[in-house]
Each structure stands twice: as C-alpha cells, then as structure tokens.
C-alpha cells in the first residue's frame, strides 16, 4: 500500500496463506496463532502482540485484495475476542480489523 509495489502485498498475502499450514516443518501452535489456517480461525488464542500484529496483517492484505472470506474470518475472531477477552494490548489492532469489516459490509 505505501509503496504501490505489487509485489509485497504477493509476500504479504503469501505469508497469510501460509499460516497454519506449517509447509516449513515448524511446528504448528496456538501460542502463533498458526494452529490452523486463517480461514479456518474463529477464535482468539495465544500471544496477544503475536495475534494482534498477524490479524493487522490479514486485515490489510483482505482491504487490499477485497477477500471477504478473510474480513469474514476477522469477524468470527474478532466477534470471539469481544465476547470473551479484555485484552488492552490486542483491543487496538482489533478495532483496525473491525473497522475494516465494516467498511466492506
């Protein structure tokens, strides 16, 4: 987005697909939130900075890309967080993420 080079938000959306898939052989954990994949996500787990920075991360690549399955995703998670944390630190990224989902609905 800031550098209008298309090929960062291919790595950006590259990374995002990746998650939970583990083609590295890393192992795969709730604590990164790469338990499963991104489409597959409808619930807050793990490390807060962590979850905030990958669901900013998804968010943008869904605004980007006008993927609604993505900003669908968000919404379960981000429905899920509200509901059942208080989490100051991932409360600000979630707002990004919401107000993002609301943008496309």
Known sequence: KVTGDEKY???AKYFVEETGRGTDGHRLSEYSQDHKPILQQDEIVGHAVRAGYLYSGVA???????D????????????NMARSSSSPVVSAHVRKVKDLVLTMN
Do not use: H, P
């Open 9 to 11: 938000l291919k790595m």
């Open 60 to 66: 943008d690549v869904a605004s980007l890309t006008q």
């Open 68 to 79: 609604t399955a993505y900003f669908n995703a968000l919404s379960r998670i981000w429905e």
